[in-house]
């Protein structure tokens, strides 16, 4: 049954390819000083990051530059930026560029004024945002993980081997986002597929669990087919302005909170996925896709009728002549050659994982109880020695 909620996205979206023009509007809105972040340098090269900043330059902006946000970024990067916001008393972070500059982003907007450790406040203990926040604005550059759209933010602290996220409210989300498709066209391949999975396990760990026959069901199925048929298109021609749209914008959909209104959650994949990240540093998207047929085999017998469902209706299979554990098993198979077609790691050790790390990793494992089971820490362990 649909639960009760409230639902409300304070996130607005100019979406397109001139949705740039968008962002002198948006600036208006706050005040003079600026502190833009941005990763690598793949916005210096594909010609944004000169875009952006004569945009601030033309709005009259104060411009404080924040780059080298790394991908996964780091606890050291946080503090670091904290320091610029803080001494600039900046009024908005521009995020410019993937998940982890809009993760990052969002993490500095409720750090910058903590008076506590922010690491210690907001990832390992939970709290909740009691002290001031700088709004944030996305310009996205790599889809996949919805940040652009949703609160979420996850840190990771090499030294004492954690990833963790924290699901920040509607008032840390980003007031606005620029989201270009043709942005994506230079992402180099294994990050594209890494996104499009991150993507789709996004609303598996949505869609596996409850046993109700739930509006956002067929919602969830939707998004995965678009998915599928995009990434498909996308593999074949990365500059298909239809497949990266579709891809960009149901990425958004996949992770704004809307899936999860009503409805229990699973998020187990994530939760293993991140602490292999925290012992590897591996991209986000692989270490989902490195451990997910080993964990939904493992917990399919306990949702037998919904994997039985998306083998149907996801995956078309013919349900004919089959009982729900073939038609699960089918659905399985069916989504293990999809991800062999778009070339994600389909095991732990590719992404750098050894038997040594395997205690550290379960013991890094948050063990959430939305899903169809469970887990033990035992169970952890048996699904990475699957996933080896
Ligand atoms: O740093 P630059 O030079 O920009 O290069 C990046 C980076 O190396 C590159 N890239 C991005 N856009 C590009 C591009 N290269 C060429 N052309 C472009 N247009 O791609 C690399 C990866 O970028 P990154 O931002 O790290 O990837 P992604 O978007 O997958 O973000 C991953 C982070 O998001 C977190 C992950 O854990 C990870 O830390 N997640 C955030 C979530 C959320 N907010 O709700 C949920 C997710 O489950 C996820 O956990
Ligand atoms: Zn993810």
Same mark, same amino acid.
């Given at each position: 049954m649909l639960g009760n909620f409230t639902y409300c996205n304070p996130t607005r979206v100019h979406f397109g390819e001139k949705a740039l023009e968008a962002l002198s509007g948006e600036l208006a809105g706050y005040g003079g000083k600026v502190l833009l972040a941005y990763g690598g340098g793949s916005i210096k090269k594909s010609g944004l990051y000169q875009q952006v900043v004569d945009i601030l330059n033309r709005c009259g902006k104060e411009v404080f530059e924040l780059p080298g946000v790394m991908p996964n970024p780091t606890v050291e990067k946080l503090y670091e930026g904290c320091r610029i916001a803080r001494e600039h008393d900046v009024d908005l972070i521009l995020a410019v560029g993937g998940g982890s500059v809009c993760d990052y982003a969002k993490a500095l907007s409720v750090s910058a004024w903590c008076a506590q450790d922010p690491w210690e406040k907001y &990832?390992?203990?939970?709290e909740d945002v009691d002290n001031r926040i700088i709004p944030v604005g996305c310009v996205l550059t790599m889809v996949g993980t919805g940040s652009e759209m949703n609160g979420g933010s996850v840190i990771t602290n090499h030294r004492q081997k954690r990833k963790i996220g924290h699901v920040f409210g509607s008032n840390v989300m980003p007031k606005f986002t620029i989201l270009n498709p +043709? &942005? +994506?066209? +230079?992402?180099p391949m294994k990050q594209m597929v890494a996104g499009i999975y991150d993507a789709f396990n996004h609303i598996c760990e949505q869609y596996f669990s409850g046993t109700d026959d739930n509006t956002t069901d067929y919602i969830a199925e939707g998004l995965m087919k678009s998915l599928i048929v995009s990434s498909r298109a996308a593999l074949r021609n990365p500059e298909d302005y239809e497949a990266r749209s579709n891809i960009m914008w149901a990425a958004t959909w996949a992770l704004n909170t809307l899936l999860a209104m009503g409805k229990s959650t699973d998020w187990e994949v994530h939760m293993i996925g991140q602490s292999i990240g925290a012992y590897t540093d591996a991209t986000h998207g692989m270490t989902l896709s490195a451990v997910s047929l080993a964990y939904y085999r493992f917990i399919m017998e306990y949702g037998l009728p919904k994997f039985a469902r998306f083998a149907v209706n996801v995956w078309g299979v013919d349900p004919r002549g089959k009982d729900d554990r073939a038609l699960a098993q089918a659905g399985l198979e069916a989504m293990e050659a999809w991800m062999k077609e778009l070339g994600v790691?389909?095991?732990?050790r590719d992404l750098g994982v050894t038997e040594d790390m395997l205690e550290g990793i379960a013991d890094g494992t948050f063990l959430l109880s939305g899903g169809y089971r469970e887990l033990t820490r035992a169970d952890v362990i048996q699904i990475l020695k699957a996933s080896m």
């Open positions: &990832y390992l203990r939970m +043709t &942005y +994506t066209f +230079t992402v790691a389909m095991n732990i």
